[in-house]
C-alpha cells in the first residue's frame, strides 16, 4: 500500500525557516497537497497541487515536489505556526486518497 | 460562507450501526465531490471515503469498504456516511471536507463529529 513519510517532529526558532518532508517512491509524478492542524481545530488546506496557496494563506508558506520527495517549507516562524502539518495525495493505481504520518511542528 | 456541519456521531457497541450527516452551506452542493476523513484520538487523518460530484463513483478505504456506504442527497445539500458492523479501531472524530472545484485538495473542512464504538 501508498505510504507517505513523514518526519514525527520538526523543531525551529522563531524566524527561521521549518522545511517538512513527504516522501515516498515517485511522489513527485502526483500533485501533493498540506495541511495545518492545531490542537482542537479542523485541518486547513495551506498548500494544493504541490506550490499553490489558498486564499488567506500568507506567502510564507510554499511547497515543491521532486522525484521522491515533496516539501513544505514555512518561512519566517511565528509561534502561531506551532501544529501538526500533513500531506495528501490521490493514489490513482488503487482509487485512493492517502494522508501523510503527520509532522508536529515545535516553535522553539 | 462556506460550512459543513457533521451530526450523527455517539457511542455505539461493536458490531453497531451510525448513520452520519455532514449538511453543506454556502457554495452549489450539486455537482461538488465531498469527503469523509476521520481521525483516532491522538493520532494522524486518515481517508474513510469520497463521493464523486455526480454521485456516480465512490471509493472506500480497505479498512471500511464493505461495512460503510457514502451518499448524497442533493436536494437537502447533506452527504452521508452509513457504518455498520462497526468495530472498537472505527473510534474517532469523523470530519466532512469539500474538495477544490479543482479536483483534489479538500478545500473546506467540518468540525467533525465524535464515534465511539465500544462495549
Known amino acids: 500500500s501508498y505510504v507517505l513519510t513523514q518526519p514525527p517532529s520538526v523543531s525551529v526558532a522563531p524566524g527561521e525557516t521549518a522545511r517538512i518532508t513527504c516522501e515516498e517512491n515517485?511522489?513527485?509524478?502526483?500533485?501533493v497537497h498540506w495541511y495545518q492542524q492545531k490542537p482542537g481545530q479542523a485541518p486547513v488546506l495551506v498548500i494544493y497541487?504541490?506550490?499553490d496557496r489558498p486564499s488567506g494563506i500568507p506567502e510564507r508558506f510554499s511547497g515543491s515536489n521532486f522525484e521522491n520527495t515533496a516539501t513544505l517549507t514555512i518561512r519566517r516562524v511565528e509561534a502561531g505556526d506551532e501544529a501538526d502539518y500533513y500531506c495528501?495525495?490521490?493514489?490513482?493505481?488503487?482509487?485512493?486518497?492517502?494522508f501523510g504520518t503527520g509532522t508536529k511542528v515545535t516553535v522553539l | 460562507e462556506v460550512q459543513l456541519l457533521e451530526s450523527g456521531g455517539g457511542l455505539v457497541q461493536p458490531g453497531g450501526s451510525l448513520r452520519l450527516s455532514c449538511a453543506a452551506s454556502?457554495?452549489?452542493?450539486?455537482?461538488?465531490?465531498m469527503n469523509w476523513v476521520r481521525q483516532a484520538p491522538g493520532k494522524g487523518l486518515e481517508w474513510v471515503s469520497s463521493?464523486?460530484?455526480?454521485?456516480?463513483?465512490?471509493y472506500y478505504a480497505d479498512s471500511v469498504k464493505g461495512r460503510f456506504t457514502i451518499s448524497r442527497d442533493n436536494s437537502k445539500n447533506t452527504v452521508y456516511l452509513h457504518m455498520n458492523s462497526l468495530r472498537v479501531e472505527d473510534t474517532g472524530l469523523y470530519y466532512c471536507?469539500?474538495?477544490?472545484?479543482?479536483?483534489?485538495?479538500?478545500?473546506?473542512w467540518g468540525q467533525g463529529t465524535l464515534v465511539t464504538v465500544s462495549s
Open positions: 471536507a469539500k474538495e477544490r472545484t479543482t479536483g483534489l485538495a479538500y478545500e473546506y
Open positions: 454556502g457554495f452549489m452542493f450539486a455537482g461538488s465531490a
Open positions: 463521493l464523486s460530484g455526480s454521485g456516480k463513483a465512490t
Open positions: 515517485n511522489i513527485g509524478t502526483k500533485s
Open positions: 497541487y504541490d506550490r
Open positions: 495528501h495525495v490521490w493514489e490513482s493505481s488503487s482509487d485512493h486518497y492517502v
